[in-house]
């Protein structure tokens, strides 16, 4: 395989895990929101499998992971991001924060996640005895759950609303 590059693996910090990041599923630059000072980074997102993993650039390791079967909703979040093009993906105890270039890569990202924390769910492995999972947990894909930031109704191209002007 002459002229292919080969990104090195993840290793998860706290239990020496090494993931294979190569031949993802869907990958391309996002900006995520740091979870201690607030500010957006942008990152190179790989996903693969159950994990959403993060990195500097395309081919260096990844330095984070999303462990998608911890994953509860992922939907839109431009109000409360503030942010167009963005979206949350939220487990119990933490809820990221990225956008997406355009509308499109939005959508796309958001429809490969959902896809992926579906995938992870004991409904979707149809009973194989596995309990717990997202779909048990009450997964939401795009957009479901009363979160208030978030009501379509608050979306308008009045020129008195002073988010989209």
């Known amino acids: ?3 292919r590059l080969i990104r090195p693996p993840y290793v998860e910090p706290t239990t020496s895990i090494v993931y294979d990041t190569n031949d993802p599923e869907y990958e391309g630059w996002l900006t995520k929101q740091s979870m201690w000072l607030k500010d957006w980074r942008r990152r190179y ?3 693969k499998g159950s994990k959403l993993f993060f990195a500097k650039v395309p081919h260096s390791a990844p330095h984070g992971m999303i462990d998608l079967a ?3 909703t992922v939907k839109s979040a431009d109000l ?4 167009r093009n963005s979206f949350e993906i939220s487990t119990p105890e933490v809820t990221y924060l990225l956008y997406a270039d355009s509308e499109k890569e ?3 990202w958001i429809g490969n996640v959902g896809r ?4 992870c769910s004991s409904t979707y492995q149809r009973g194989n005895g596995s309990g717990g999972g997202a779909a048990a947990a009450g997964t939401t894909l795009d957009g479901g759950g009363g979160d208030e930031y978030d009501d379509d109704s608050t979306y308008s191209n009045d020129s008195n609303n ?3 002007n």
Not at 80 to 83: A, C, L
Not at 116 to 119: G, K, N
């Open 1 to 3: 395989m002459a002229g």
């Open 45 to 47: 997102f790989i996903l």
């Open 70 to 72: 911890q994953c509860t």
């Open 80 to 83: 409360k991001s503030h942010k």
């Open 106 to 108: 939005k959508d796309d």
């Open 116 to 119: 992926a924390i579906v995938r």
């Open 162 to 164: 002073p988010y989209f």
